[in-house]
């Protein structure tokens, strides 16, 4: 018994030492791989325009895995279909997916290259048609999943709409481009004599340890090209039956050979393949001298192989070379970037700025056809007339500051965008939350449309049919989701309309859904009142102060309210929900702590404080809350307190102004502009969902800060000494005289020349342009 229990007792301890050495090694690679190298090395083919080169592609790609901001180094266009990037090998599990959009810089692995992916987002999602370069000597090792390869940052290089890398083990070097649905390929071979060039596409490829069904693939050795199709599962297409993607590609090269794979068996010379595991091999002949060029057009689409091959005739057909369309992918990001020009701060300022506002033109995404088409929500094909259709909208995220930007600078995108959420209403029964693909996801809680789209309305984009969106919000925010519709709804409405907030012993997440609810129902007053409906108007009014029926006066807490009036009987605001499995202190919070959703009532402040027994108090608290935060970006755990990466805190810097205490919103603005923001891999505190934390620093490194749902911005400290912003038919002005890093208090400012009072304006007062003018100073007047 002695024996077998040291037996058992070696075995373990082997197996611990084992599982540490390894986790030792992954940790130095990692620290090696990051530490060892910068991008940049590989030149441009196409010279970085002015604001483009001011963009690190790469920043918000690396970090620690769970605090990664998500983002990629893909090469896309503003909104694109198509996010042609590098997809790396996980730390730990071999497969792409440390970073959910593919691609983890810790790592050096590469596993090929997909046309799809969201950006920012905590989701596995896309990965199709991953490419893979080979050659004739490795090509039947690199047929099998694990395939990968090798790769150092020294010979990476990355700008707005293209990518490069060089992958020693093939002798060949990627390069990536895009338009809006074609993705655009450029392999130079070195030259090697009887080792011909390969290319393999996955045609079953996903990001991540998501899978894929129904792959198809033809050859079609006449026309150099190849078509196909697969449905994707991914992390949120999953949820709804799947996702159908269709591609057709063309090539620059006939095919020496070529032949197809299907469930792990290789047909050589075969032009079909089928299966939930497929993909074809492609080999080229070698020019006699010198390196071999192979390029690649591959068109996407939702709705049929047809339309893949219309937007790629359309879109890439007739541009004859990859540099041509290099240049046109970026001259569409400098025209989006151009939107703001900055003057002052430093570089680094000035980079992270740009690489802000690029990330906030990723997502949501283009979703139709060159021809108008898309899946609906209901499967069914539909065309769009007189918009772009959109999907991937991170809504509980973006309605915070990604939306409010684009009513200020992409004012006819947010238009489309609002028709697109009708027209998903009109599919699928309600208002989407977090929409992505051809679906609702149910990621999430609460209505965040309904923010979104009121804010739209109130802020002048008026080309959709608000009154069916109207309808839509109303019914869900009253009576519940139609019958049949797939969309989760607000969870707990019957109690909340009847209670006035959430029961804890009833649902989880109480205290999170009754704020969010009460938040997203003064937004549908505001937009009921707009719209002549005043008998809503007060019903949504009322209901927008339900967040006060879970404040605990004992302990000066939102918190978890019971069905009889009682509150949770533990509480520990220092909790987050990621380090409380059980739900034993957090089960009434989402994504936080207690202390994270303290503040969450962002449309009456003064009724927030009122809560904590007035302003004194209220300073007191909020202080704390952000004296306690932790330094840095990117660390190991968040923290209790203020969270950058955390949404329902976000606002929370700007909350002074409502106690006529704007110097420490200005002091607290430009603490976490300058600290919780970087020019590196890291990037960002968290994900980046959607371009929500960079459009935050857009907004606050311009000095003003959007109280989504409404059209109220919240003045704070300007970064730039000038800042012109397009708001599309007029300019809109920000001059910050004597602006400097010592000087980031507002002693004064105007407002077209008027003296502004107050430490807001709205959205009217700006919308025909002007100048808004700050004197600064090194403390407060």
């Avoid at 068109?299 to 046109?328: C, H, K, P, W």
């Avoid at 109130?458 to 969106?469: L, P, S, T």
Wanted: with cysteine.
């Amino acid at each position: 018994m002695i024996r077998r229990i040291f037996k058992w007792t070696a075995i373990i301890c082997l197996l611990v030492v084992l599982f540490c050495v390894t986790a030792v090694c992954s940790v130095w690679a990692y620290y090696r791989h990051v530490t060892g190298a910068t991008p940049g090395a590989l030149p441009l083919p196409v010279p970085a325009a002015a604001l483009g080169a001011k963009v690190n592609v790469f920043s918000g790609t690396g970090g620690i895995p769970w605090m990664c901001a998500h983002n990629t180094p893909a090469a896309t266009t503003p909104f694109g279909m198509v996010r042609l990037g590098p997809d790396t090998a996980s730390l730990f599990s071999g497969g792409a997916g440390t970073n959910r959009s593919g691609y983890y810089y810790g790592s050096n692995r590469m596993v090929g290259f997909s046309h799809t992916r969201l950006v920012g987002a905590d989701a596995q999602e896309g990965g199709a048609f991953r490419v893979f370069p080979s050659r004739d000597s490795r090509a039947a090792e690199d047929r099998k999943p694990e395939r990968n390869a090798g790769f150092s940052h020294h010979e990476e290089s990355g700008a707005p709409g293209y990518y490069a890398v060089r992958l020693p083990q093939a002798q060949v070097l990627v390069e990536l481009t895009a338009t809006p649905r074609v993705g655009v390929h450029r392999y130079t071979f070195d030259g090697a004599e009887g080792d011909a060039p390969h290319l393999l596409i996955e045609v079953s490829s996903a990001i991540g340890n998501k899978r894929t069904e129904n792959a198809t693939a033809r050859i079609i050795p006449e026309a150099q090209e190849v078509e196909g199709s697969v449905r994707l599962f991914g992390s949120f297409s999953g949820r709804y039956d799947g996702l159908d993607v269709y591609f057709v590609a063309r090539f620059n090269r006939a095919f020496a050979s070529h032949g197809t794979w299907s469930n792990g068996a290789f047909a050589p010379s075969s032009t079909t393949a089928s299966g939930d595991d497929a993909g074809v091999d492609l080999a080229f002949a070698p020019e006699a001298q010198g390196a071999t060029a192979v390029e690649m057009r591959l068109g996407l689409s939702y709705v049929s192989v047809a339309n893949a091959r219309q937007n790629l005739d359309a879109e890439a057909g007739a541009i004859v070379t990859f540099d041509s369309i290099a240049t046109s992918a970026r001259d569409a990001w400098e025209q989006r970037l151009n939107v703001i020009a900055i003057e002052g701060g430093s570089e680094t300022e000035q980079r992270i700025f740009y690489t802000a506002l690029y990330r906030a033109f990723h997502m949501p995404t283009v979703f139709n056809d060159v021809n108008g088409a898309y899946r609906g929500f209901d499967k069914s094909d539909h065309v769009s007339k007189g918009f772009q259709y959109y999907t991937d909208f991170s809504l509980w995220d973006t309605c915070r500051t990604a939306q409010p930007l684009y009513c200020l600078i992409a004012r006819k995108e947010a238009r489309d965008m609002m028709v697109s959420l009708v027209e998903m209403a009109k599919a699928g029964g309600c208002l989407p939350r977090w929409p992505a693909g051809a679906g609702y996801t149910g990621s999430m809680m609460g209505t965040p449309a309904d923010i979104a789209v009121s804010e739209a309305y109130q802020k002048g984009i008026r080309d959709f049919d608000v009154e069916r969106a109207y309808a839509a919000m109303r019914q869900t925010a009253l009576t519940g989701k139609p019958e049949g519709t797939r969309f989760s709804g607000r969870e707990g409405l019957e109690e909340y309309v009847k209670l006035g907030y959430c029961p804890n012993d009833r649902m989880k997440e109480s205290v999170a859904c009754t704020l969010e609810y009460a938040y997203e129902d003064h937004a549908i007053s505001l937009l009921a009142e707009a719209l002549g409906h005043a008998e809503d108007a007060t019903i949504f009014r009322e209901h927008g102060q339900n967040y006060k029926n879970v404040w605990n006066a004992e302990r000066q807490f939102f918190d978890g309210r019971n069905s009889d009036g009682s509150f949770q009987a533990e509480f520990n605001p220092l909790k987050l929900t990621y380090a409380d499995s059980g739900g034993r202190f957090t089960r009434g919070y989402v994504e936080g702590s207690a202390w994270q959703w303290r503040w969450f009532a962002p449309h009456d402040p003064q009724g927030l404080i009122a809560l904590f027994g007035g302003n004194a108090a209220f300073v007191q608290e909020l202080e704390t809350f952000f004296e306690n935060t932790n330094d840095g970006i990117g660390q190991w755990h968040p923290g209790a307190y203020y969270w950058q990466g955390n949404e329902p805190d976000i606002h929370a810097a700007y909350l002074f102004n409502a106690v006529g205490r704007p110097d420490l919103t200005q002091k607290w603005v430009r603490q976490l502009l300058a600290t919780k923001h970087s020019d590196d891999y890291v990037g960002l505190d968290g994900n980046d969902d959607g371009g929500t934390l960079s459009a935050w620093y857009v907004f606050s490194a311009l000095g003003f800060y959007p109280i989504a749902g409404t059209t109220r911005y919240e003045l704070g400290s300007p970064l730039f000494t000038k800042a012109r912003i397009d708001l599309g038919g007029a300019v809109l002005s920000v001059v910050a005289e004597n602006n400097s890093a010592a000087n980031v208090y507002v002693r004064r400012v105007t407002l077209n020349g008027q003296p502004l009072d107050r430490t807001w304006f709205t959205h009217d007062e700006i919308a025909q342009g002007g100048e808004l003018h700050f004197l600064m100073g090194p403390t407060p007047e």
